[in-house]
């Protein structure tokens, strides 16, 4: 009886869930639709069962387990947070929020029985865009903010459409809409920081109040390939030193916007990628971030005139492709927030405001319905990678404040929220 209890607690269910796709260079890859992903959802399908939910998987492969309130027509209380991982990821951006859920409903059934709202926990298929040019697929469809047109025929790196993947994991490519929920009263995602502003403050729940905006681009520059032995330096067409210095200069620029602006080139594709051959062709992802949309927007503008007058000198062209915009989310919202404060304070939990870098599902429901968003602490504020951490007691810390809130919205709330 212990084992299986132990089992479904959030930090036994994480620990199930990190041995789930673990990638052989380290941490864990997940992505939409591959086997890892399709063996997690699974596992979390089975997990739900375990705790007594009642399981259904949407058109697009998000896994719902619900506790059905006693208020039927009402619209539900959800929680819940993304499956999949980036590249060699950590353990806990997203599983948590997953686990965390499935054990908050598992104690409030066992312990308070049925809701008068209908709970549920979701783990949403996809939040990354680490597989296809495309981020939210979970969430998007669910909330209906990402129309996705024309997202089918997008190509992973292996030349896969999401189409195809859809397909090959049981889905119904064209059938993705049929995922929109319109009965959703509030959602509440509980995550980790990904920063270090909780440890360095020394606060043990942050109480998220926006979320940043983004951009994600290709930029894609054309030279000429040639010998490298024979071709002279200034007749060169050398699209690895025109992205050099863009580069470069991205950062420097960055650094001196300051006020959180950040800029991170994470991929670079190379052509022909030969020592003694001149680099014809680059292609380098580009992610900017700030919480003021007008930042993000002159940041861009100037870059890219940049980039035009550094492509000019070195005889190359260059292209900008934007593929994920996300403007900044509407700020959280502030009853649930002062319930929160107010819980964590009952509770003895050091707390404070705190904004997100990060992009999470709660931005999107933030624009449809009533969203908080709980954070916990992150060691030395690493995360998307394998050293990604948050001690037990944390986890165990924001689960509590998570079903706390879930009680007070689902079993004592008269009013419909
Ligand atoms: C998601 O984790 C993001 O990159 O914001
Ligand atoms: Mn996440
Ligand atoms: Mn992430």
Known sequence: MKARG??????????????????????????????????????????????????????VGNVYGKLEGTDREAPSIVTGSHIDTVKCGGRYDGALGIAAGIAALAKLKRSSGQPRRTLEVVSFCEEEGSRFPLA???????????????????????GISLREAMAGAGYKPAAHRASRRTNIAAFVE???EQGEVLEREQRQIGIVDAIYGQRR???????????????????????LAAAANMIV????????????????????????GIPNVIPGNVRYSLDIRHRDEAVIEAFCAEAFQTFAAMAEKHRVTVQQTCWLSE???????AGLKERLARICEASGYSHMPIGSGAGHDAGLFAR???????FVPSRDGISHSPLEYTAPEDIERGADVLTKLLYQLAYELAERV
């Open 6 to 59: 132990d089992r479904l607690s959030a930090a036994g269910m994480l620990t199930e869930l990190a041995a789930i796709g673990e990638d052989p260079q380290g941490g864990i890859t997940r992505f939409l639709y591959d086997p890892a992903w399709r063996q997690a959802q699974q596992a979390v399908a089975r997990m739900m069962r375990e705790a007594g939910l009642a399981v259904s998987i949407d058109a």
């Open 136 to 158: 939210y697929w979970g969430s998007g469809n669910v909330t209906g903010c990402k129309l996705f047109d024309g997202s089918l025929d997008a190509v992973d790196a292996q």
């Open 190 to 192: 509980l995550h980790i």
């Open 217 to 239: 681009y290709f930029v894609d520059i054309a030279g000429r390939s040639g010998h490298a032995g024979t071709t002279p330096m200034p007749l060169r067409a050398d699209a």
């Open 249 to 272: 200069w991205l950062r420097k620029a960055a650094l001196e916007a300051g006020d959180g602006l950040v800029a991170t080139v994470g991929k670079l594709e190379v052509s022909p």
């Open 327 to 333: 403007p900044p989310s509407p700020p959280m919202d």
């Open 368 to 374: 449809t319905c009533r969203t908080a968003m709980i």
